[in-house]
């Protein structure tokens, strides 16, 4: 497999191979990302592909300070959260009853034990929670990024990090112990 700086500088040439390899190296990453902020859904997709679209439109801009798996990862979180947003939006007065269909699908999820999946009830539990928090979660817990690189990744300061993991997770936990 080809270092990033080499497949970069070749991306930026035209190389369709280098394109292809670039995104095989990081698809996975920003499925789980957005996967993570948005669930198992059709816009989940549509968001993973725009992610690529968007990096490789903006390539000339990359300026190689970060990993490009922390820039992908950034324009994921960023693309999520507008499809959040967008979606909000769209459904504004559909909102409340949306949550509490997915409050029932837990339920009934966890009615049965012996059918349980763990990960997609946390999957399901993240939904419900605020995309601020929801963002941090995903990043720091699910896809493994440290306090800094999430500061980085989310331009905010460590410390509002450290604070709104803190809280998602005591939210995240209220809400899988209702179900639970």
């Not at 929670?129 to 493994?144: A, K, N, Q, Y």
Request: positive net charge; contains cysteine; glycine residues 4%.
């Amino acid at each position: 497999m080809y270092p990033d700086k080499e497949l970069i500088a070749l991306c930026r040439k035209g190389d369709q191979l280098a394109i292809r390899k670039l995104v095989e190296k990081h698809q996975r990453q920003v499925r789980a990302t957005v996967v993570g902020m948005l669930g198992e859904t059709a816009e989940a997709e549509d968001v993973a592909q725009e992610v690529f679209i968007r990096f490789f439109n903006a390539l000339s801009n990359f300026k190689g300070d970060a990993k490009p798996s922390t820039y992908l990862t950034r324009i994921a979180v960023n693309l999520s959260l507008n499809e959040i947003k967008r979606q909000q939006r769209k459904n504004r007065w559909l909102v409340f009853f949306q949550k509490e269909e997915k409050i029932n699908q837990i339920e009934d999820k966890t009615a049965n034990p012996d059918r349980q999946d763990t990960k997609e009830l946390v999957h399901r539990a993240l939904q419900l929670l605020e995309p601020e928090f929801r963002s941090v979660i995903v990043l720091r817990m699910l896809d493994g990024y440290s306090v800094k690189e999430t500061a980085e990744i989310l331009k905010l300061p460590n410390g509002t990090v450290a604070s709104r993991l803190a809280r998602g997770q005591n939210k995240l936990k209220i809400i899988l112990n209702k179900f639970l």
